[in-house]
């Protein structure tokens, strides 16, 4: 049994407004009605409802309208729309973007009864979840800053703040004090840099004998004072998710990569000027973050929505009192807009490579495909993609010259970033090789990327980015070389009319 | 388990205690490392030779012995040469262990086939003393072994004399790739000591450990003589660097062989692209 809870009903038909507002009060619920959507949404704006239901196909603002908006300010809100007869695709639309269930037009009160009440329940559920998730993590709270007053807040956080910093070929991240206001872009597009050269070094000692581990913490390799990176993008911020997968799980914890990741706080931004080489719609994520940052910027006319996603970025958000506002139903409009028409900009510069099979199954079934080998003599095995790569992992462990370590009676093994795509990287002392061509090399990377590093990390080990793309001395296109492999694609490609 | 949170890229320091010479290019080093390492047979360790950096072994000896352990080497490359030149009373760099080893535990009440070839006999001498350590859990052991002359078999001493006679349950089948003059055994491929075998292929796991061709070939006529892919175990050489599933290097498909191997079933592997290269 559900408690009372407030509901409001949209519908442009007055007498289902009427009829509605009856049958749920006599179910103890409190009742508002509106009569079109733009009306629903400023009372929604108003006061707390628990349930809101509305008609799909009404004048001006729809349901699927009012849906989005209403998940957008208020997640926890239970919508169920109401749809005409035979309109399912919009009801299956309506679910996939949050609705909680849809009642078919003409209705009888038990069944609207029956859905509220669900629907009421699986909100209760939910909220008890999440409740107990913010008193995990703290309240997910944002507010309204200036650039000017944020900045100040994040440096006053540690000793090396890095932000997004325009620069001649693009943003790099660069220590705050170094770089003048003007020069701070939070929206654009992720940094040439991927992100895990701050995690990752390219090189690093890690380990010296005959003295001991703890020897090497003291000296002061690991830095022990916070960190903070911020205008992280979306999909550098899913390959640190990987990267966390490779270096945190398991039976080992990588010491070097735990101490830098613990000490650092992550602070993300919504892509504003997406490049050509961008894809991470393909890749089934958006230009902006919605969780695994402590704190997300996104850029609005009057300054920067600030939201934390972890009890880090909470406190900090906390302490922001000078010059914050409150975010404001308009703010979280213009936010919603604003990455709305992100998302279409990649999504419309990608409509010519759009694969027509998921692209894990195109890789999966096409080891004999020729599409490898002609894009592989293009590949000069510069290796430039995967030093470039921000989930790229793989390394190698060596030793330091070997005189000097002699003399000196101390050894020193180095971690160095290595490559699959270097003709040595599978070969065994014996000389067997599984990939001594650059065919077998290229192949690799992707059933790496988009088969066997989800099978073994459970995400892809491509997050769309762009880099491979960009620097790639053989004009390899990794999104082109997918296309190719499958249906139409492919049958393009061989000259076969599809 | 539980996550091990110390670095573990630190080598501990082992005192090489001896060097036994097998064959012309293969020796034994014992070791006594500075604590005791406890390991699983099959499982491996990253031996480095101070400024020559690290290379994957999996001990020969027994897993019962903790404060000793035996590395079996072929000169093979640069680190392996370095190793060669160390002697007795020097030190080495030793992590580990690593990955998962033969799972003995399903092997009880079964016949053990093991197929060595070379310098593939060293992590085999390690199952062997482990199996012969609990003999009265198995039916039977038959180890087949093939070596490319009379002078390059491995623990010869051992293998061609002492073992055969530990058990009437333990059972030698010898060969070499080219005979002399004083071998009186078989000659022909290890795989032609699996003609005419006596064993329950039903009641039975085979073991295989050797060079590649001799694991594929080995691999094939195990299936032939009717043993299901899930009964034929394999110890996988690849290119392992750091031991713990990260670098990347001697990755299989979606397995990591120095974490989810080096021992594979070869129902696990059948399928990679790479397992035979």
Not at chain 1, 34 to 46: C, I, K, V
């Amino acid at each position: 049994m559900v408690a009372e809870a407030n509901v409001l009903v949209i519908d442009d038909e007055e007498t289902v407004c009427r009829s509605c507002a009856r049958i749920l009060s006599e179910k103890g619920h409190k009742v508002a009605t509106a009569l079109n959507g733009e009306e629903g949404l400023r009372q929604f704006g108003e006061s707390h409802f628990d349930l809101v239901i509305s008609d799909l196909k009404m004048p001006g603002t729809g349901g699927i309208g009012v849906l989005r908006q209403v998940k957008e300010r208020s997640p926890q809100t239970a919508v169920i729309v109401i749809t005409g007869y035979s309109s399912v695709g919009s009801a299956i639309e309506a679910m996939k973007l949050g609705a909680a269930d849809y009642i078919e037009k003409p209705f009888t009160p038990d069944e609207l009864a029956t859905a509220a009440a669900l629907a009421l329940e699986r909100r209760a559920e939910r909220a008890a979840v999440a409740l107990e998730r913010r008193e995990l993590i703290g309240e997910k709270t944002s507010v309204l800053v200036g650039r000017a007053a944020f900045r100040e807040i994040i440096e006053g956080v540690g000793r090396d703040v890095y932000v997004p910093r325009r620069r001649e070929k693009g943003l790099r991240y660069s220590l705050a004090g170094q770089c003048p206001e003007e020069e701070v872009l939070w929206g654009e597009i992720r940094p040439v840099d991927p992100l895990k050269v701050f995690f990752f070094d390219p090189r690093r000692r890690v380990a010296a004998y005959p003295s001991a581990w703890s020897e090497i913490v003291s000296g002061g390799e690991t830095p022990e004072h916070a960190r903070v990176i911020a205008g992280v993008k979306r999909c550098d911020l899913q390959a640190l998710d990987a990267l966390d997968r490779v270096f945190l799980e398991g039976d080992f914890i990588d010491p070097f990569y735990k101490a830098v990741r613990d000490n650092t706080l992550i602070v993300a931004s919504d892509c504003s000027n997406p490049g050509p080489s961008c894809s991470c719609v393909l890749m089934g994520l958006s230009p902006f973050c919605e969780e695994g940052f402590d704190l997300n910027v996104s850029e609005v006319a009057e300054g920067l929505i600030v939201e934390a996603g972890s009890e880090r970025g909470g406190k900090l958000v906390e302490t922001i009192v000078e010059g914050a506002q409150q975010v404001a139903p308009s703010h979280l409009e213009e936010r919603h807009e604003r990455r709305d028409q992100v998302q279409e900009i990649v999504r419309t510069g990608l409509a010519d490579l759009q694969p027509e099979e998921p692209y894990e199954e195109l890789v999966k079934h096409a080891a004999d495909s020729p599409v490898w080998e002609e894009n592989a003599e293009r590949c000069v095995g510069c290796a430039a993609c995967t030093q470039i790569c921000p989930t790229c992992h793989c390394f190698y462990l060596h030793e330091q010259a070997q005189e000097k370590a002699r003399v000196e009676g101390r050894y020193e093994i180095i971690r160095t970033w290595d490559s699959c795509q270097y003709p040595a990287f599978a070969r065994v002392a014996g000389g067997a090789n599984p990939r001594k061509s650059v065919r077998e090399r290229f192949l690799h990377r992707y059933t790496d990327k988009f088969v066997d590093f989800k099978e073994a990390y459970g995400v892809f080990g491509c997050t769309g980015c762009g880099r491979c793309v960009d620097v790639c001395m053989g004009k390899i296109d990794m999104r082109e070389v997918l296309y190719k492999l499958g249906g139409t694609g492919a049958a393009r490609y061989c000259g076969v009319k599809a | 388990m539980t996550p091990n949170l110390t670095n573990p890229y630190q080598p501990i320091r082992a005192q090489v205690e001896k060097v036994i010479q097998e064959t012309p290019n293969i020796r034994t080093f014992v070791l006594r490392p500075r604590t005791p390492v406890v390991f699983q047979t099959g499982q491996f360790i990253e031996l480095t030779v101070p400024g020559f950096g690290e290379a994957p072994f999996t001990p020969s000896s027994s897993p019962e012995i903790e404060e000793q352990m035996d590395v079996t080497v072929m000169k093979a490359g640069k680190m392996t040469a370095a190793l060669h030149g160390v002697q007795p009373g020097e030190w080495v760099g030793l992590r580990g262990p690593f990955g998962l080893g033969y799972p003995i535990g399903d092997f009880v009440g079964k016949e053990i086939l093991i197929v060595g070839g070379g310098v593939g006999l060293a992590p085999l001498r390690s199952l062997f003393f482990a199996l012969v350590h609990r003999l009265d859990m198995y039916e039977r052991i038959v180890f087949c072994y093939g070596a490319r002359t009379p002078s390059d078999i491995v623990y010869g001493k051992a293998i061609l004399e002492e073992w055969p006679k530990l058990d009437s349950r333990i059972v030698f089948r010898m060969t070499v790739d080219k005979g002399d003059d004083s071998w009186k055994g078989n000659v022909g491929l290890v795989t032609t000591t699996l003609d005419n075998l006596d064993v329950s292929v039903a009641n039975s796991v085979a073991v295989v450990c050797g060079p590649p061709i001799m694991m594929k070939f080995g691999t094939l006529k195990l299936l032939s003589l009717g043993y299901q892919p899930e009964q034929i175990y394999l110890s996988m050489e690849k290119n392992m660097s750091c031991g713990i599933g990260k670098c990347g290097h001697c990755q299989l498909g979606k397995y990591y062989v120095c974490r989810d191997g080096p021992v594979f079933s070869y129902d696990q592997i059948k399928d990679a692209r790479e397992t035979w290269d």
